[in-house]
């Protein structure tokens, strides 16, 4: 740092400021920043709410995987588990079952959050009773859940058939609250859920605990494996959740839906000051981490600097750089 | 010193694949007592205290507290006849503060069944004042406290919960000499509320001063207990190293018979 002459004070004030959990923040707002430098259009009402809409499936996932990351695990399967979900809940869909469209839609919905949650326990389980590390189990699930998609759709897509169904569970991609886009309001809710969970609760502790300290945590009676599979669970859900806005904005999977969400969940954690290793976890920070990426790919496409066929790359770059400033500020 | 030993261990053995890691060793500990446990890696010293803590299962032998015969099985149960452990890796969670330490896994909530942050962080400043008052890092994550500031959470986390047997691994073995004086200060204050400290050590010079009585392994075995005034330095690690029981000290299964040093 710079300023080591400072006096004695100053620099306890400056040490305070814990740089990780701001750097996202700050990364935000140079973006913003950058973006309306290099096209006036950036800054328009109408670009922004698209951009924050489009992020809703990543930063709902994300939610999740800070659960899962801050308790020292790693969840890769979400995109696949993503597809999987989405294509279940449209056969479902497709079924006509339930009389009513609205009827229809609310079963659909709950049935996709089971398959998300069973989804997330059979990783939770695996991982923990298997002793296997979530690295490779999440590995072999995302290869399975992809494949069954695939399976499923026989190696097309699952298209919604019903008109009126997709007329009546459009809003929920497209519709909006008092201007407010509904993907941002279920973004907000998730937060303030997992926020609240994560900080406010004993499991959200526990939670912090396991990934700080696993042998502390048993030895404090902590049920390690409970609280692990739990947090897979979430990252179920969250996937359950990303996906119920995801239908209804293009009513169909496709074995290429969620492709490489993982990546990108990951990274917004990333980003967003969690600690790939455990121990600490920053749900804002999170969704500050998805709306960069998000933002990144819009002045990809607003300038004309780089081919937003790279956008991958981009973020792929992203989350190195990511890790190096971590590691960098954590060494001070 | 009361006459019913706080803990009395007998016979305890224990075997790893046919290696005995502890045989037929026996040890005790009376109130406001503290007793070192000595001994070379791989003495069996720490896997006899991991038996008393409940971390480990054992072979045979009886564990009495207060003279009645205790059923520890796991951490769990060993917390519920009031004994702590406080390991030499100094194990709290390091990226949660002071107060969540200690509380893990018995947080108090408030009556919402959210977490009471402000009546643990009230409860930890009370027990930190009592041990180390000059302590006021309540907000920042463990990892930035300083050896022997960590020292003194994990053993206010173990007697929050009223422990009255306390077990302390290497207890200065990660310290600076400053932060070893302040970790001895704080056993002196413990002694005088009649916890029973047993202080787990390869190096004599880090527990003597501290101890009242010496308990020597070798080979899982018990060479000999002693009282710290009975013996010499010299003739405790005579009994660390060739297993030879001093006539100062009773001598236990491990001693080398025949032996006695003139």
Not at chain 1, 38 to 47: H, Q, S, Y
Not at chain 1, 224 to 251: D, W
Not at chain 2, 241 to 252: S, V
Request: overall charge neutral; aromatic content about 6%.
């Amino acid at each position: 740092m710079s300023n080591t002459t400072a006096a004695q004070p100053a620099k306890r004030s400056l040490g305070d400021i814990d740089l990780r959990a701001v750097a996202p923040f700050v990364a935000l707002a140079v973006l913003f920043v950058f973006g309306a430098m290099v096209n006036p259009n950036f800054l328009g009402l109408d670009n922004l709410t698209n951009v924050v809409t489009r992020s809703a499936f990543i930063a709902i996932i994300a939610i999740g995987a800070t659960f899962v990351i801050s308790a020292g695990g790693l969840d890769l399967s979400v995109g696949s588990m993503a597809a999987f979900v989405a294509g279940t809940m449209i056969l479902f869909l497709n079924t006509g079952a339930v009389a009513g469209d609205s009827g229809m839609i609310a079963a659909a919905m709950c049935l996709a959050l089971a398959t998300g949650a069973l989804c997330g326990l059979a990783n939770g389980l695996i991982t923990t009773l298997g002793r296997i590390e979530p690295f490779i189990v999440t590995l072999g699930t995302m290869g399975i859940f992809r494949a069954l998609t695939i399976y499923l759709a026989e190696g097309g897509s699952i298209a919604m058939k019903s008109q009126e169904l997709r007329a009546a569970y459009r809003p929920i991609y497209f519709g909006n609250v008092l201007g407010v886009p509904i993907p941002v309001i279920v973004i907000l809710v998730v937060a303030i859920l997992g926020a609240f969970i994560l900080y406010r609760t004993r499991f959200g502790r526990h939670v912090m605990a396991v990934g700080s300290n696993e042998e502390v945590a048993r030895y404090s009676g902590i049920s390690v494996n409970r609280v692990r599979t739990l947090t897979y669970v979430i990252q179920g859900i969250c996937v359950a959740i990303a996906v119920l806005v995801y239908v209804p904005r293009l009513g169909a999977a496709t074995p290429t839906t969620g492709l490489l969400w993982e990546l990108q969940a990951i990274t917004a954690v990333v980003i967003g000051g969690t600690a790939l290793r455990g121990g600490v976890g920053r749900i804002w920070g999170t969704i500050c981490g998805a709306l960069i990426l998000e933002l990144v790919g819009n002045i990809m496409v607003l300038s004309d600097m780089v081919s937003e066929y790279l956008i991958g790359a981009v973020q792929g770059a992203i989350i190195i750089i990511a890790m190096l400033i971590q590691r960098s500020l954590g060494r001070r | 010193m009361s006459n019913i030993p706080l803990v009395e261990m007998e016979n305890i053995s224990i075997a790893f694949g046919g290696i005995r890691a502890v045989d037929d060793a026996s040890a005790d500990l009376h109130a406001g007592e503290v007793v070192a446990l000595l001994g070379h890696n791989g003495a069996g010293k720490s896997t006899l205290i991991k038996i008393l803590s409940g971390a480990y299962k054992r072979d045979g032998g009886t564990i009495k507290v207060n003279g009645e015969e205790a059923v520890i099985n796991n951490p769990r149960d060993a917390k519920a006849y009031g004994i702590e452990t406080i390991y030499q890796t100094l194990a709290l969670a390091d990226n949660v503060d002071t107060a969540a330490n200690l509380y893990l896994g018995r947080e108090i909530m408030t009556p919402w069944g959210t977490l009471d942050d402000v009546a643990m962080e009230a409860k930890a400043r009370e027990v930190m004042g009592r041990l180390n008052p000059r302590f006021q890092r309540f907000k920042d994550p463990v990892k930035a406290l300083s050896g022997g500031q960590r020292q003194s959470v994990a053993i206010a986390r173990a007697i929050l919960f009223n422990a009255r047997i306390l077990i302390m691994d290497e207890p200065t073995a990660a310290l600076g000499p400053q932060e070893t004086a302040q970790v001895g200060e704080l056993i002196h204050q413990l002694k005088s509320e009649g916890i029973g400290i047993f202080l787990i050590s390869h190096d004599i010079h880090d527990v003597l001063h501290l101890a009242d009585r010496v308990i020597v392994m070798k080979n899982g075995r018990v060479v000999g207990t002693a009282r710290v005034g009975d013996v010499t330095e010299d003739e405790i690690l005579g009994m660390i190293i060739l297993g030879k029981c001093p006539p100062g000290a009773i001598p236990g299964p491990g001693a080398i018979s025949g032996v006695v040093l003139g």
